[in-house]
Nanobody
Framework: QVQLVESGGGLVQAGGSLRLSCAAS????????MGWFRQAPGKEREFVAA????????DYADFVKGRFTISRDNAENTVYLQMNSLKPEDTAVYYC????????????????????WGQGTQVTVSS
């Protein structure tokens, strides 16, 4: 059972930056592909970014390309989401997710493909 704990959310003005972190309890963190999702009030949870277990492959939703960067530190069991040029429409609860995989360069975009989820961290962007 992997426990994921997100941190780094908060209130920021439009155009600002935040860095989210997700710490995993699992010692074999490097065997998990990781993802970030978000959910705004009244909306479904949506894909934001994903990274393979080896960090060799990444993927982003179109609406964050060029603004957000996902990375991971397998030695620290942590995945990050650097968010720049934030917009009010980025306001949501952000969740990290983990999925065990044998494939080093595979990432996943669907909610149903992930096994473990954190509790979420609120990001609010004011205009």
């Amino acid at each position: 059972q992997v426990q994921l704990v997100e941190s780094g959310g908060g209130l920021v003005q439009a155009g600002g930056s935040l860095r989210l972190s997700c710490a995993a309890s699992e010692r074999s963190f490097s065997t998990y592909a990781m993802g970030w999702f978000r959910q705004a009030p009244g909306k479904e949870r949506e894909f934001v970014a994903a990274i393979s277990r080896s960090a060799g492959s990444t993927d982003y939703a179109d609406f964050v390309k060029g603004r957000f960067t996902i990375s991971r530190d397998n030695a620290e069991n942590t995945v990050y989401l650097q968010m720049n040029s934030l917009k009010p429409e980025d306001t949501a609860v952000y969740y990290c997710a983990a999925r065990a995989t044998l494939w080093g360069n595979t990432y996943y975009r669907r909610v149903s493909e992930y096994e473990y989820w954190g509790q979420g961290t609120q990001v609010t962007v004011s205009s």
